[in-house]
């Protein structure tokens, strides 16, 4: 620790540092919902850096740290004074939540500056470099998590700072001493410069290596993480839960373990739904807890009359049993349709028994059409499953005296019309601007819009990669990715059924399928695992209650709506004029190049494929690198030979202290000539008195060497130089033989 670094090398180090600052600012303007201009943050970080760099050259360490300290202090006094900062900064932590956010200009400049000094702090005062370097190589893959995609200018002149530094610290500190003298320093400044473009050459061909590659690259991840998913599913006997209500950021794995067996007593005919919970109001892609309290509430006050159903008058009931009366409500109303189906409708329903797995002892979903009362069976339990088809209520047959009617159906439905088509404000502007561009009216319209939307516009995978955290993901998922699964999926739909006036929520549990079941000893039986795990949609359908929508691919391809025909919904579909120009798929990026699953509805290519040129300027460049490095060392090499004696030697006498061979000597002492014969005794047949001594009269004599003489050095130099690189490690050997000699 201290003030270790020479300050003979202060001009690369600032280099290095303006480059580390320029990436840091090109990597965050990168963060979406943030709006800032770049510039000012800029100039004032790499302005404060220069005048750090400048102070640090003088005597001592406190003015340096008077800087610092004056400048802490300051930002402090103005950050406590500026309700404005304190407002951005507030945002800036808001955007990575998920929230929208508006100019943090401001903020972001003396962010910047706080992040130039603490460059500075820790790889010139204190000579640290491994935190930098930890935290630079987890930034590229902190960025998906944050909406930052990689931008190349920014990650190469990362790559370029934190490799740079960490060379050119390595040559500053070859061994136990750094170089001593100036004119050492400044050969091993000119070495780290090369080093510096032997960097950048690296980066642009890993990155070429990545771009040819990258399919692979991004497949094996996520194959190692659906491998180690399973298994400890498997073997802990976890299974996929959906019931937090939270859309997920990530990948989905199911590992087939066994939840339940169902028993049927007759064959079904449409999809089963388990249902486990319904969900209300979305935000930052959470769906909240709903158990209808605000409509109930509101429906408690409607001025129906009560009285007529309870024998009472409401107003005359304690509070007690107001709440007691409020439970039975809510009962009666989750069995209200099925209720008066099974009295009126002389519909056949299906007798079903749930067995949970041992393990899942407390996994207990109802189907989603049946009755909420009973039959009970030892190790599980029963319900009167009743399909679509059969749920119409007919209400000419209704009894007048029916304590819960029309009416109240009528009641729930308008106040499920204000609850259910809630959404934030100033949030999913992407919909917004889908549902502006697309205005509709009927039921029919609106269903057959959102599932061609979604079963056309979005790739059913359980592997999309992970979603940004501060952007919405139903949105990242229909505008941006175009993958995901049934979270996904149903998240979407739900979001544009309500903007469009149409009551709907989230729900979750499990989808059975007809040709799950096998006859068994004169049942049908299925097995559910947690590969049946799903997310769906609910809308409120008049007469109907709470009816599921599939908009996850892989179902019907005209959703079922009960009362209205597949002819009806086939005729809108065959007659759309939709506009989805806000749903054209984006330029490709490496996160959207993973191998896509089979789906009948991958999504279709609407611009004709464009030739990738990138990896072939990049080719090119290398190439040309390469072919200029060798052409360029022959031409270098045939001009040192036409070089003084003495240039050669002092040359030879900096590469052996490269090397290490000679730590601390310059070749002016009087025992060098035997020094030299013990560290390379190969150079004793070339007499190395007699070469030091024409060393020196060319340096002295003021007429020049015969060619005969100078031929003579030149051979001792070129000899003791290939011997040298012969004993040194093959990436210093690399620097040796092209770096020292283009430097």
């Not at 799950?516 to 409120?540: K, M, P, R």
């Not at 609407?606 to 040129?613: D, G, P, R, V």
Request: aromatic share 12%; with cysteine.
């Amino acid at each position: 620790m201290g003030w270790k670094v020479k300050k003979e090398a202060a001009w690369l180090d600032l280099l290095l540092l303006f480059i580390g600052q320029y990436a840091l600012t090109k990597i965050l303007e990168e963060v979406r919902v943030l709006t800032w201009d770049i510039t000012p943050s800029l100039w004032l970080g790499m302005g404060f850096l220069a005048l750090l760099w400048g102070l640090y050259r003088l005597p001592g360490r406190w003015p340096t740290l008077a800087a610092m300290g004056i400048f802490l202090m300051g930002s402090l006094w103005y950050l406590l004074g500026s309700e404005n900062l304190q407002g951005q900064l507030t945002r800036i932590l808001g955007s990575f939540g998920g929230n929208v956010t508006g100019n943090v200009t401001t903020a972001m400049t003396f962010l910047m500056a706080w992040v130039a000094m603490l460059l500075f702090l820790v790889e010139i005062v204190l000579n640290l470099h491994w935190p930098l370097l930890l935290a630079g190589a987890a930034l590229p893959l902190a960025c998906p998590f944050m909406a930052i995609p990689l931008n190349l200018p920014g990650m190469f002149a990362l790559v370029v700072f934190l490799l740079g530094f960490w060379l050119w610290k390595r040559l500053k500190n070859p061994g136990k001493s750094a170089p001593a003298d100036k004119k050492t320093a400044g050969s091993f400044r000119r070495l780290g410069a090369g080093l510096l473009a032997g960097v950048c050459c690296l980066f642009a061909l890993s990155w070429l290596v990545a771009e040819a590659t990258q399919q692979t690259l991004y497949t094996i991840p996520y194959q190692v993480e659906s491998a180690v998913v399973k298994a400890v599913r498997q073997q802990m006997g976890g299974s996929l839960d959906m019931e937090d209500g939270s859309v997920s950021r990530g990948n989905v794995y199911a590992a087939g373990v066994l939840l339940m067996d169902i028993y049927a007593n007759q064959q079904p005919t449409s999809t089963i739904y388990l249902h486990q919970s319904s969900r209300g109001d979305y935000e930052n892609g959470q769906w909240e807890d709903n158990w209808d309290e605000e409509i109930y509430e509101r429906l408690e006050q409607s001025g129906v009359e009560w009285e007529s159903w309870i024998g009472v008058e409401w107003d005359r009931l304690s509070d007690e049993e107001r709440e007691s009366w409020s439970g039975t409500l809510r009962t009666l109303m989750d069995s209200l349709i099925y209720e008066l189906n099974a009295r009126y409708g002389g519909s056949e329903p299906i007798g079903l028994g749930i067995y949970p797995a041992e393990s899942n002892q407390t996994l207990k979903p109802m189907p989603y059409f049946s009755q909420t009362v009973e039959r009970q069976i030892e190790g599980g339990y029963g319900a009167y499953y009743y399909p679509i088809s059969l749920l119409a209520i007919p209400w000419n047959r209704v009894s007048d005296e029916e304590p819960l009617s029309r009416e109240l159906l009528e009641l729930y439905r308008r106040e499920a019309l204000n609850y259910y088509t809630r959404l934030p404000s100033g949030q999913l502007t992407k919909f917004r601007q889908l549902v502006e561009a697309n205005p509709l009216e009927s039921l029919e319209e609106v269903t057959m819009f959102i599932h061609h939307t979604l079963t056309t516009y979005a790739t059913y995978t359980q592997a999309p990669g992970m979603f940004p955290l501060n952007a919405d993901p139903a949105e990242y998922f229909l505008f941006e990715s175009g993958r995901g699964y049934c979270q996904h999926f149903a998240s979407a739909a739900v979001i544009l059924y309500r903007m469009y006036g149409i009551p709907a929520r989230y729900a979750t549990g499990y989808s059975v399928k007809p040709s799950d079941f096998t006859l068994e000893n004169g049942e049908y039986h299925a097995e559910v695992t947690d590969e049946s795990a799903h997310a769906w949609v609910e809308i409120c359908m008049p007469d109907y209650g709470w009816v599921p929508v599939e908009m996850t691919p892989g179902g019907p391809k005209i959703p079922e709506l009960p009362g209205i025909p597949a002819s009806t919904l086939q005729e809108v579909l065959d007659n759309q004029n939709w506009d989805f120009t806000i749903l054209q798929p984006p330029e490709p990026e490496l996160s959207q190049t993973r191998p896509q699953e089979y789906n009948p509805t991958t999504r279709p290519q609407t611009q004709e494929k464009s030739i990738n040129l990138m990896p072939l300027l990049w080719t090119g460049l290398i190439v040309v690198i390469v072919l200029g490095a060798y052409r360029g060392r022959k031409w270098l090499l045939a001009r040192q030979r036409r070089l003084p004696p003495k240039v050669l030697y002092a040359r030879m006498v900096e590469g052996l202290r490269f090397a290490g061979l000679l730590t601390g000597l310059d070749g002016q002492e009087a025992d060098f000539a035997a020094q030299l014969s013990a560290v390379l005794p190969e150079l004793e047949s070339l007499d190395i008195p007699a070469v030091l001594l024409l060393v020196d009269r060319d340096a002295y004599d003021r007429e020049p060497l015969p060619e005969e003489s100078r031929q003579a050095v030149w051979q001792f130099y070129e000899t003791a130089m290939t011997l040298t690189a012969q004993r040194l490690p093959w990436w210093k050997k690399l620097i040796f033989r092209y770096g020292k000699l283009y430097i």
